[in-house]
Protein backbone atom coordinates (compact mmCIF):
# COMPACT_ATOMS: atom_id res chain seq x y z
CA UNK A 1 0.00 0.00 0.00
CA UNK A 2 1.58 3.27 -1.02
CA UNK A 3 -1.05 5.80 0.89
CA UNK A 4 -3.09 7.17 -1.82
CA UNK A 5 -6.48 6.46 -0.97
CA UNK A 6 -10.07 7.33 -3.12
CA UNK A 7 -13.18 9.16 -2.57
CA UNK A 8 -15.87 10.51 -4.73
CA UNK A 9 -15.11 13.62 -7.14
CA UNK A 10 -16.34 16.77 -6.01
CA UNK A 11 -16.61 20.28 -8.43
CA UNK A 12 -17.41 21.36 -4.74
CA UNK A 13 -14.48 19.93 -2.81
CA UNK A 14 -11.84 22.80 -3.24
CA UNK A 15 -8.83 20.21 -3.59
CA UNK A 16 -10.47 18.29 -5.95
CA UNK A 17 -11.03 21.60 -8.50
CA UNK A 18 -7.48 22.60 -7.92
CA UNK A 19 -6.38 18.46 -8.33
CA UNK A 20 -8.14 18.60 -11.69
CA UNK A 21 -7.13 22.18 -12.78
CA UNK A 22 -3.16 21.07 -12.23
CA UNK A 23 -3.88 17.41 -14.00
CA UNK A 24 -5.46 19.43 -17.24
CA UNK A 25 -3.48 22.10 -17.54
CA UNK A 26 -0.62 19.97 -17.82
CA UNK A 27 0.48 18.72 -21.49
CA UNK A 28 1.71 15.51 -20.52
CA UNK A 29 -1.13 14.32 -18.11
CA UNK A 30 -3.39 15.02 -21.21
CA UNK A 31 -1.04 13.97 -24.39
CA UNK A 32 -2.87 10.53 -24.29
CA UNK A 33 -6.46 12.29 -24.06
CA UNK A 34 -5.90 13.97 -27.48
CA UNK A 35 -7.16 17.27 -26.19
CA UNK A 36 -5.35 20.59 -25.41
CA UNK A 37 -4.57 21.61 -22.24
CA UNK A 38 -6.84 23.86 -20.34
CA UNK A 39 -5.34 27.16 -19.74
CA UNK A 40 -7.82 28.75 -16.98
CA UNK A 41 -9.60 27.53 -13.70
CA UNK A 42 -13.08 28.21 -15.10
CA UNK A 43 -12.15 26.25 -18.03
CA UNK A 44 -10.86 23.29 -16.03
CA UNK A 45 -13.88 23.62 -14.01
CA UNK A 46 -16.33 23.80 -16.85
CA UNK A 47 -14.57 20.57 -18.56
CA UNK A 48 -15.13 18.60 -14.97
CA UNK A 49 -18.72 19.24 -14.36
CA UNK A 50 -18.92 17.50 -17.70
CA UNK A 51 -16.98 14.67 -16.49
CA UNK A 52 -18.97 13.76 -13.20
CA UNK A 53 -22.23 12.15 -13.66
CA UNK A 54 -24.72 14.47 -15.48
CA UNK A 55 -28.76 14.39 -16.40
CA UNK A 56 -27.96 12.92 -19.59
CA UNK A 57 -25.01 10.71 -18.30
CA UNK A 58 -26.08 10.06 -15.03
CA UNK A 59 -25.41 6.51 -14.58
CA UNK A 60 -21.22 6.92 -13.76
CA UNK A 61 -18.93 7.09 -11.09
CA UNK A 62 -16.20 9.39 -10.61
CA UNK A 63 -13.16 9.14 -7.73
CA UNK A 64 -10.45 11.13 -6.73
CA UNK A 65 -7.12 9.86 -6.04
CA UNK A 66 -5.80 11.02 -3.06
CA UNK A 67 -2.24 11.84 -1.28
CA UNK A 68 -1.70 12.60 1.87
CA UNK A 69 1.15 14.59 3.24
CA UNK A 70 2.97 12.35 5.12
CA UNK A 71 5.35 15.22 6.35
CA UNK A 72 2.78 17.54 7.63
CA UNK A 73 -0.51 15.40 8.15
CA UNK A 74 -2.37 18.75 9.31
CA UNK A 75 -2.27 19.52 5.56
CA UNK A 76 -5.01 18.75 3.48
CA UNK A 77 -4.39 15.58 1.10
CA UNK A 78 -3.71 16.30 -2.79
CA UNK A 79 -6.02 15.58 -5.28
CA UNK A 80 -3.54 13.67 -7.82
CA UNK A 81 -5.37 11.71 -10.02
CA UNK A 82 -8.99 10.54 -11.10
CA UNK A 83 -10.19 7.17 -11.90
CA UNK A 84 -14.14 6.10 -12.65
CA UNK A 85 -16.36 5.19 -15.18
CA UNK A 86 -16.70 7.77 -18.64
CA UNK A 87 -19.88 6.75 -20.48
CA UNK A 88 -21.75 4.28 -22.43
CA UNK A 89 -20.35 3.74 -25.60
CA UNK A 90 -21.09 0.43 -28.73
CA UNK A 91 -18.33 -1.70 -26.68
CA UNK A 92 -19.60 -1.08 -22.97
CA UNK A 93 -19.46 1.02 -20.41
CA UNK A 94 -16.11 2.65 -20.34
CA UNK A 95 -13.86 3.05 -17.80
CA UNK A 96 -10.69 5.40 -17.28
CA UNK A 97 -7.93 6.61 -15.43
CA UNK A 98 -5.50 9.97 -15.01
CA UNK A 99 -2.85 10.67 -13.02
CA UNK A 100 -0.91 14.25 -12.78
CA UNK A 101 2.64 13.32 -14.43
CA UNK A 102 4.39 14.69 -11.74
CA UNK A 103 3.52 11.38 -9.52
CA UNK A 104 4.13 8.68 -12.66
CA UNK A 105 6.15 5.71 -12.54
CA UNK A 106 5.25 5.28 -8.63
CA UNK A 107 2.80 2.30 -8.77
CA UNK A 108 0.20 4.95 -7.92
CA UNK A 109 -1.81 4.36 -11.00
CA UNK A 110 -1.96 0.69 -11.27
CA UNK A 111 -3.09 0.78 -7.24
CA UNK A 112 -5.65 3.04 -7.74
CA UNK A 113 -7.30 1.33 -10.87
CA UNK A 114 -7.23 -2.02 -8.94
CA UNK A 115 -9.12 -0.39 -5.95
CA UNK A 116 -11.28 1.53 -7.73
CA UNK A 117 -12.30 -1.97 -9.76
CA UNK A 118 -12.78 -3.78 -6.28
CA UNK A 119 -14.94 -1.02 -5.05
CA UNK A 120 -17.12 -0.87 -8.70
CA UNK A 121 -17.75 -4.38 -8.76
CA UNK A 122 -19.39 -4.52 -5.06
CA UNK A 123 -21.18 -1.96 -5.57
CA UNK A 124 -25.43 -2.50 -5.16
CA UNK A 125 -26.19 0.25 -8.19
CA UNK A 126 -23.65 -1.70 -10.61
CA UNK A 127 -24.90 -4.70 -10.04
CA UNK A 128 -25.92 -4.77 -13.79
CA UNK A 129 -22.37 -3.89 -15.00
CA UNK A 130 -21.07 -7.06 -16.05
CA UNK A 131 -18.13 -5.62 -18.71
CA UNK A 132 -16.09 -2.58 -18.56
CA UNK A 133 -13.91 -1.15 -21.27
CA UNK A 134 -10.87 0.91 -21.45
CA UNK A 135 -10.05 2.11 -24.45
CA UNK A 136 -6.31 2.76 -24.93
CA UNK A 137 -3.91 4.44 -27.60
CA UNK A 138 -1.57 1.53 -28.57
CA UNK A 139 1.43 3.75 -27.83
CA UNK A 140 0.66 4.49 -24.66
CA UNK A 141 2.18 1.77 -22.62
CA UNK A 142 1.39 2.40 -19.31
CA UNK A 143 -1.80 2.34 -19.53
CA UNK A 144 -1.87 -1.02 -21.14
CA UNK A 145 0.28 -2.34 -18.36
CA UNK A 146 -2.07 -1.05 -15.82
CA UNK A 147 -5.30 -2.87 -17.78
CA UNK A 148 -3.46 -5.92 -18.01
CA UNK A 149 -2.31 -5.69 -14.42
CA UNK A 150 -6.22 -5.84 -13.51
CA UNK A 151 -6.71 -9.00 -15.75
CA UNK A 152 -8.03 -7.21 -19.07
CA UNK A 153 -8.42 -8.86 -22.23
CA UNK A 154 -7.50 -7.55 -25.16
CA UNK A 155 -10.62 -7.05 -27.84
CA UNK A 156 -10.45 -5.05 -31.07
CA UNK A 157 -8.58 -1.93 -32.44
CA UNK A 158 -10.63 0.52 -33.73
CA UNK A 159 -9.45 3.43 -36.29
CA UNK A 160 -10.44 6.49 -36.21
CA UNK A 161 -12.47 7.04 -33.17
CA UNK A 162 -12.83 9.40 -30.07
CA UNK A 163 -11.28 8.46 -26.77
CA UNK A 164 -12.98 10.89 -24.88
CA UNK A 165 -16.45 13.00 -25.41
CA UNK A 166 -14.15 15.88 -25.72
CA UNK A 167 -12.55 14.79 -28.98
CA UNK A 168 -16.08 14.55 -30.45
CA UNK A 169 -16.20 18.56 -29.85
CA UNK A 170 -12.31 19.14 -31.04
CA UNK A 171 -12.43 16.66 -33.88
CA UNK A 172 -9.07 14.91 -32.61
CA UNK A 173 -9.53 10.54 -34.02
CA UNK A 174 -7.02 8.46 -32.59
CA UNK A 175 -6.57 4.35 -32.98
CA UNK A 176 -7.97 2.95 -30.07
CA UNK A 177 -7.41 -0.87 -28.30
CA UNK A 178 -10.43 -1.80 -26.50
CA UNK A 179 -9.58 -3.88 -23.22
CA UNK A 180 -12.16 -5.47 -21.58
CA UNK A 181 -12.62 -5.84 -17.57
CA UNK A 182 -15.44 -8.98 -17.18
CA UNK A 183 -17.25 -8.84 -13.76
CA UNK A 184 -15.50 -11.36 -11.67
CA UNK A 185 -17.26 -14.38 -10.92
CA UNK A 186 -16.65 -13.94 -6.74
CA UNK A 187 -17.17 -10.13 -5.60
CA UNK A 188 -14.91 -8.75 -2.75
CA UNK A 189 -15.68 -6.74 -0.32
CA UNK A 190 -14.88 -4.05 -1.74
CA UNK A 191 -11.92 -1.68 -1.18
CA UNK A 192 -10.54 -0.45 1.87
CA UNK A 193 -8.96 2.32 0.12
CA UNK A 194 -12.40 4.35 -0.61
CA UNK A 195 -13.37 6.48 1.68
CA UNK A 196 -16.61 8.00 1.75
CA UNK A 197 -17.40 11.81 2.64
CA UNK A 198 -20.08 12.52 5.14
CA UNK A 199 -23.72 12.05 3.55
CA UNK A 200 -22.43 9.89 0.94
C1 LIG B 1 -1.54 5.73 -17.40
C2 LIG B 1 -1.13 6.35 -16.06
C3 LIG B 1 -2.36 6.55 -15.18
C4 LIG B 1 -0.13 5.42 -15.37
O1 LIG B 1 0.05 5.87 -14.04
P1 LIG B 1 1.35 5.52 -13.18
O2 LIG B 1 1.05 5.80 -11.77
O3 LIG B 1 2.53 6.17 -13.78
O4 LIG B 1 1.44 3.94 -13.39
P2 LIG B 1 2.23 2.94 -12.46
O5 LIG B 1 3.37 3.63 -11.80
O6 LIG B 1 1.24 2.22 -11.62
O7 LIG B 1 2.83 1.96 -13.55
C5 LIG B 1 2.08 0.97 -14.23
C6 LIG B 1 3.04 0.20 -15.13
O8 LIG B 1 3.42 1.03 -16.24
C7 LIG B 1 4.85 1.20 -16.26
N1 LIG B 1 5.10 2.56 -16.69
C8 LIG B 1 4.84 3.70 -16.00
N2 LIG B 1 5.17 4.75 -16.78
C9 LIG B 1 5.61 4.25 -17.96
C10 LIG B 1 6.08 4.84 -19.16
N3 LIG B 1 6.14 6.16 -19.32
N4 LIG B 1 6.46 4.03 -20.17
C11 LIG B 1 6.39 2.70 -20.03
N5 LIG B 1 5.94 2.06 -18.92
C12 LIG B 1 5.58 2.85 -17.89
C13 LIG B 1 5.30 0.90 -14.85
O9 LIG B 1 6.64 0.47 -14.84
C14 LIG B 1 4.34 -0.21 -14.46
O10 LIG B 1 4.76 -1.41 -15.07
P3 LIG B 1 4.63 -2.87 -14.41
O11 LIG B 1 3.16 -3.23 -14.56
O12 LIG B 1 5.50 -3.70 -15.23
O13 LIG B 1 5.00 -2.71 -12.98
C15 LIG B 1 -0.42 7.71 -16.27
O14 LIG B 1 0.67 7.50 -17.13
C16 LIG B 1 -1.33 8.76 -16.86
O15 LIG B 1 -2.06 9.42 -16.14
N6 LIG B 1 -1.28 8.98 -18.17
C17 LIG B 1 -2.06 10.02 -18.83
C18 LIG B 1 -3.53 9.71 -18.87
C19 LIG B 1 -3.79 8.40 -19.54
O16 LIG B 1 -3.08 7.99 -20.44
N7 LIG B 1 -4.87 7.75 -19.11
C20 LIG B 1 -5.31 6.54 -19.72
C21 LIG B 1 -6.10 6.88 -20.91
S1 LIG B 1 -6.64 5.43 -21.69
Known amino acids: ?18 GFHSMCSD ?4 KWLFIEPTSSLEESKAWMITRLPTPENPDIDKLAVMLPNHNSPNEPAKMIGLVGTN ?14 SSYWG ?7 FKEFLKWFWALETRKNIMVLVAKIAP ?17 EVIENSFILKK ?6 KSTIGCWY ?20
Not at 7 to 14: A, K, M
Open 27 to 30: PPSV
Open 181 to 200: IDRPEKVSEGSKIVRMRGGE
Open 106 to 112: RGYGKEA
Open 139 to 155: ENVASEKIVKGAGARKG
Open 87 to 100: RYSPQGLETGYMLH
Open 167 to 172: NEENGN
Open 1 to 18: MSGIYLEPLSVSVETHLQ
